[in-house]
């Protein structure tokens, strides 16, 4: 079945430590392929998104993410993080076509001093 | 720029009970789409309209649950009657492309139904 993961649902980081969030896929097609954050109280905001090209793709707020085809991965990182960047974060795919935009279960970040 | 603009932000209403969110999207684009999040399901698509035009409904999860698009500023999410488990944050997105590549949200409405 067509699905994403996101296989850590809690991650804590001391601030100014490098992130790496996981997210996989499992769809017969390259996807196209985003990362939202979600602050508390607050709707999505697209960081960044893959559609081809060039497999490292830059975002905003200085987080990045790497597309490997061979692993079906689209992780998201950050070299130094700051306490706003406390917050969930969706990894989420198009399949294309038609089809529409399926969100992974998210990954909550805490950020400590 | 006004972003997503969703009215109220937080709905509290007893069983039964007929519930109206409302959604104002960026002026300019011309798909809306409707999510609700919940613990247990996570982030679900309900509906989306392209041009006014509903495309996709396969989401909604009951006949109590209708949605509008009257004009390109403005759409509604209906829920009657509202039942405890339509708990949830209602979100509205919209998008400028006619698809689901850069959808901007809104800051969702808390819907606590009692």
Sequence with gaps: AQSVTQ????????????????????YGATPYLFWYVQSPGQGLQLLLKYFSGDTLVQGIKGFEAEFKRSQSSF??????????????????????????????????????? | DAGVIQSPRHEVTEMGQEVTLR??????????????????RGLELLIYFNNNVP?????????????KMPNASFSTLKIQPSEPRDSAVYFCASS?????????FGPGTRLTVT
């Design chain 2, 96 to 104: 400028k492309t006619g698809g689901f590549y850069e959808q901007y």
């Design chain 1, 7 to 26: 296989p850590d649902i809690h991650i804590t980081v001391s601030e100014g430590a490098s992130l790496e969030l996981r997210c996989n896929y499992s």
């Design chain 2, 55 to 67: 495309i996709d409904d396969s989401g909604m999860p009951e006949d109590r649950f209708s949605a």
């Design chain 2, 23 to 40: 959604c104002k999207p960026i002026s300019g684009h011309n798909s809306l789409f409707w999510y609700r999040q919940t613990m247990m």
């Design chain 1, 75 to 113: 992780n998201l990182r950050k070299p130094s993080v700051h306490w706003s960047d406390a917050a969930e974060y969706f990894c989420a795919v198009l399949p294309g076509g038609n089809e529409k935009l399926t969100f992974g279960t998210g990954t909550r970040l805490t950020i400590i001093p």
